[in-house]
Structure formats: C-alpha cells, structure tokens
C-alpha cells in the first residue's frame, strides 16, 4: 500500500500526459515514486475529468474526490484568492492532498503548476517528509559537464573566470620548498579568525568545504534531520553516507525559493541550508535565518558563496550568541579558484569545532591550502574579493536581462550570487544544443525540488555572456521547432467530459 496521497487540480480538457508528467515531477520532489501512491484526490466536480480517471488508472490507485465545502475545510499552507473564488476552497491540490492522507498526514510537497493542472503531495503519516528511498544523481557537481567535453565555453561551474591571481599563484609556488615539512596552521587559524572576528578555537581549517559537510555527518546524532532544497546536494549526501535519515524540505519557484514561515518543521534537531543558495542564487536575509535557531538544534549553513555578495551583508559568519548551535561553512574555492587546492571552514561553538577536529585525519590540510588561507583572509585579499563581487553584479544583471529578452525562459526570485538559475521546457535538449554550440551549462535534475526543465548558468564576462545568449536563442528556437510530443499508445485519452453547467473555471493554472 503506499504511504503519499496525490492530489490534483485540473482544468477542463486537460491531457492525461500533462497531468501525468505533473504528478510524477512532485513524487520525484518528493523522493518518491508511482509505487508510493496510495489514491488520487481532486474536488468532487473534477473526479469526472477523463485525465484524471486515466491516471489513477495507470497509477493503479483509487480517484476519490471531495466536496468543495470539505476541501475549504482543511487548512493549506499555500491558498490563492482566485482558486478560491472559483472553486470555494483555496488550493485543490493541497487540500485534497491533505484530506486523503488522513489524521497525522503532513504536506512533503506543496502545490507545483504545469500549464492547466496543480499537484501537491501529503504523505499518510508522520514524519512531515519522508525518508528518502529514490533520489536525484546527488554525487553529480557542475565539473562533469565539462569533463571530457572538448573546447567547451564553461559555464557550468561557478569558479571565478581568470583565478587564480597572479599574487596568489605566486605566493603558493613559493611554499613548495616548505613541503618537507608537516602542515602547521596555527597562523591560517589565526588569520581565518581575526577575518570574523572570532576566537580561535571557533575555527576548524578544512579539505574543502565538502570535507565539513562529512565531519558534522559522522559527529552529529541528529534525531530529525531537515535539509532545505534545492540546494548543494553534498550535505544530504554526506548525513545518508553517516546512516541518517535525511528529510527535504523543498522550498518553491512560485515563492521564488524564499523562505516561507513555517516550512521548517519544528522538530528538526538538525537544519541544513545554503545562503546564497546554490543552485537557486537567492540570498536569504541573516535574520530570517538567524531565527531558525533553537535551543536544542544545530543550525548549518553553506555561505560558500557569502563572498560573491557584495559586503557579506546577509552573513551570519561573525554572529556569535544565538541558540543552539550555529554552523557556517565557508569555501576559498569560487571566488580565489582553488578547486583543486581544498581548503575551506567551519566557524562554530568552540564544543562543537573540538568535536569535529577530532574526526578530522591528522594533517587533513597541506601547506600550500594553510598558505591560501592565510593570505586570502588578509584586508588585500578581502579589498579584491568585494570589488569582483561588484564585478559581478554587473555582469549578472547583463546575464538577467538577455535571459529577459528570451520568452521561453523563467527566472524565480532574485539570483544574487555568481550563477542564475532558469526554467525552461526542453532544457535537456536545450543543453545538449548548447553544447554542440560549444558552451557548458550545469543541468537542474539533479538537484531535489527541481526536475528536467531547469538549468543552472554561470555570470561571466559581457562578451561570453552575448556569446552564450545568442546560442541560447538559437538552442530554443530549435527544441521549440520540434515536433509535438505525442502520448504513448499505452495511456489513452478520453474523450473530454463537461463539468456542470455555472461551475466556474480557474484560469491558466487551476489548482
């Protein structure tokens, strides 16, 4: 029997492949899959509508619909005005979702639109979300879109263009006669914490920001452990490799990936969350996540890309004081191009950053990675790393107002680091032309919450910025060209039924 309850929102006439593709993007958000689905549930005037039948029929599950005054009953998280003025009940989906999945049943994932439908996922018993059992590639990172990928133009990882510089690859040759020596990083801790304003013993050097994700998953007992997606997949990797049980919480294009309030449950032990996010580039404001902190929890947070934002105005990184247990991770990586050096950290509660160390191989960072922190936490180094973040800006509002001038392409929320995330159709095919055209862009499949219609695109300079939108154009004009999708003989289309006569209709997107 399966454990989530689907509900649906449909407009008259819809196909049975869109309204099946929907539902199979939210089980995929969900973790979950078409063995998982316990029934389909939908307004009672809509259990008729053939593309509904079909699918519970594919699904091989029961279509139960409810009354307009039942489903107006049940709070949901996400209401719209005009779902409710023309149907009386403020979200089909969710709260259908909601009713079918019985007492103790929790929302896994809101309501998500396609053209004429909405779906929304609750799951019949706690916990809120559920453990993972199918997943996204959650070990695939943006560099295996240019690995073994010819002369491609890269724009898939989001490494500064022209780093390292000249100062710095200079400074790190010169600690090559040093390497007979062990590491020794008391002054790269020093540096890394007068950087933050921070004692000392609230500083843990580290193999790359990755390795701290693997050191919190092999410290922390979490006993519900709530990871905020889309976001950088290690941490969700890193915690279900240590044998945690790993609950999404999926954050919507439609709220433009921001926060919304109570989204986190309050059970969480354990939060995970980037800020700015990747792959999203929204930025959250500190003291929004300030407030996610609780007595008895420990909050991580990614800020790998803090230092693409100008002034580091929504860091959280020199906040000491607030309740539970606070964990940054910072990265030297994309601003400075040290991906293949590894060096990053972890500032945290002094308890918790001995705890971690003691996790930690000895020697787990070389001298030259000890030498980057150091001279990267310097004022030079800081002074240059704001002006290219200024750099950036500039050129990711280039970015943003090409992709303006491109009608099948939809931006959500506002991108404020050195990447932007889009929404297309056809972005598998889009990608593929892309890079027949000679540029690389990083896929959103893999990232949970999304699915196969989002890419994620690098800021680069002006020039390679027209370079790649004039591609791009080109790209969408060809998988836009291409023939209609046309339904498997195996899922059959009936014929359309009316709804009764004065029922109103939602508009483009009923839910």
């Given at each position: 029997?399966?454990?989530?309850?689907?509900?649906v929102g449909a407009?008259?006439?819809?196909?049975?492949?869109?309204?099946?593709?929907?539902?199979?993007?939210?089980?995929?958000?969900a973790?979950a899959s078409?063995p998982?689905?316990?029934r389909?549930?939908?307004?009672?005037?809509?259990s008729?509508?053939p593309a509904l039948?079909?699918?519970?029929?594919?699904l091989g599950?029961?279509l139960v619909?409810?009354p307009?005054?039942a489903l107006?009953?049940v709070p949901?998280?996400?209401?719209?005005p005009?779902?409710?003025?023309?149907v009386?009940?403020?979200?089909?989906?969710e709260?259908?979702?909601l009713?079918?999945a019985?007492?103790?049943?929790?929302l896994?994932v809101?309501?998500?639109?396609?053209?004429?439908?909405?779906a929304a996922?609750a799951?019949?018993?706690p916990p809120?979300?559920?453990p993972?059992?199918t997943?996204?590639?959650?070990?695939?990172?943006g560099?295996?879109?240019?690995?073994?990928?010819?002369?491609?133009v890269?724009?898939?990882?989001?490494?500064?263009?022209?780093?390292?510089?000249?100062?710095?690859?200079e400074?790190l040759?010169a600690?090559?006669?040093?390497?007979?020596?062990?590491?020794e990083?008391?002054?790269a801790?020093?540096?890394?914490a007068?950087r933050?304003?921070?004692?000392?013993?609230?500083?843990?050097l580290?193999?790359?920001?990755?390795?701290a994700?693997?050191?919190?998953?092999?410290i922390?007992?979490?006993?519900?452990?709530?990871?905020?997606h889309?976001?950088?997949t290690?941490?969700e990797?890193?915690?279900?490799?240590?044998g945690?049980?790993?609950?999404?919480?999926?954050?919507a294009?439609?709220?433009?990936?921001?926060?919304?309030?109570?989204v986190v449950?309050e059970?969480?032990?354990?939060v995970v969350?980037?800020?700015?996010?990747?792959?999203t580039?929204?930025?959250?404001?500190?003291a929004?996540?300030?407030g996610?902190?609780?007595p008895?929890?420990t909050?991580?947070?990614d800020?790998?890309?803090?230092?693409?934002?100008?002034?580091?105005?929504?860091?959280?990184?020199?906040?000491?004081?607030?309740?539970?247990?606070?964990?940054?991770?910072?990265?030297?990586?994309?601003?400075?191009g040290?991906?293949?050096?590894?060096?990053?950290?972890?500032?945290a509660?002094?308890g918790?950053?001995?705890e971690l160390?003691?996790?930690?191989?000895?020697?787990?960072?070389?001298?030259?990675?000890?030498a980057?922190?150091?001279?990267?936490?310097?004022?030079?180094a800081?002074?240059?790393?704001e002006r290219a973040?200024?750099t950036?800006?500039?050129?990711?509002?280039?970015?943003?107002?090409g992709?303006?001038?491109?009608?099948?392409?939809?931006v959500?929320?506002?991108?404020?680091?050195?990447f932007v995330?889009?929404?297309?159709?056809?972005?598998?095919?889009v990608?593929?032309?892309l890079?027949?055209?000679?540029?690389a862009?990083?896929?959103?499949?893999?990232f949970?919450?999304l699915?196969?219609?989002?890419?994620r695109?690098?800021?680069?300079d002006?020039?390679?910025?027209d370079a790649?939108?004039?591609?791009?154009?080109d790209a969408?004009a060809?998988?836009?060209?291409?023939?209609?999708?046309e339904?498997p003989?195996?899922?059959?289309?009936?014929?359309?039924?009316g709804?009764?006569a004065g029922?109103?209709?939602?508009g483009?997107?009923?839910?």
């Open positions: 029997m399966g454990q989530v309850v689907v509900g407009g008259r006439g819809v196909p049975a492949r869109e309204v099946l593709g929907l539902v199979d993007a939210v089980l995929a958000a973790g078409r998982d689905v316990a389909l549930a939908t307004l009672d005037t809509k008729e509508e039948r079909t699918v519970a029929r594919l599950v029961e619909g409810y307009a005054a107006a009953a949901v998280p996400h209401p719209s005009a779902v409710l003025a023309a009386r009940t403020p979200s089909v989906a709260a259908a979702a009713l079918g019985g007492d103790g049943g929790r896994v809101r309501k998500h639109k396609s053209a004429r439908a909405t996922i799951r019949t018993a809120w979300s559920a993972v059992t997943e996204p590639d959650l070990r695939h990172h560099d295996a879109e240019v690995r073994d990928g010819g002369e491609l890269d724009l898939a990882v989001n490494v500064r263009t022209g780093t390292p510089p000249g100062w710095l690859r400074h040759a600690t090559l006669t040093g390497l007979a020596a062990y590491p990083g008391s002054a801790r020093a540096a890394v007068a933050h304003r921070r004692p000392v013993d609230e500083v843990l580290t193999s790359g920001a990755a390795e994700f693997v050191l919190l998953a092999r922390l007992r979490p006993r519900y452990a709530a990871v905020v889309p976001q950088f290690e941490p990797a890193a915690l279900r490799d240590a945690h049980t790993v609950h999404r919480v999926l954050l294009p439609e709220d433009g990936f921001r926060l919304t309030p109570g449950p059970e969480a032990d354990l969350i980037g800020n700015p996010t990747n792959p580039s929204v930025v959250h404001p500190a929004e996540l300030a996610l902190a609780r008895g929890r909050l991580v947070i800020e790998a890309f803090m230092d693409t934002l100008p002034g580091e105005t929504e860091s959280l990184a020199a906040v000491r004081g607030l309740p539970g247990r606070v964990v940054v991770l910072r990265s030297l990586t994309k601003t400075w040290l991906a293949g050096l590894r060096i990053g950290y972890v500032l509660p002094a918790l950053i001995a160390a003691t996790a930690q191989p000895l020697w787990p960072v070389s001298t030259p990675a000890l980057a922190a150091e001279i990267c936490s310097a004022p030079a800081l002074d240059e790393a973040a200024r950036t800006v500039a050129q990711r509002d280039h970015l943003l107002k992709l303006a001038a491109l009608p099948a392409v939809r959500h929320g506002e991108p404020a680091a050195s995330l889009v929404e297309l159709a056809g972005a598998a095919g990608r593929e032309r890079r027949a055209a000679g540029f862009v990083r896929r959103g499949d893999t949970p919450g699915g196969p219609d989002w890419l695109i690098a800021v680069r002006e020039r390679t910025t790649f939108l004039a591609a791009l154009a969408l060809d998988v836009l060209a291409g023939p209609p999708v339904l003989a195996e899922l059959p289309v009936e014929p359309p039924i709804l009764p029922l109103p209709v939602p483009v997107t009923p839910s």
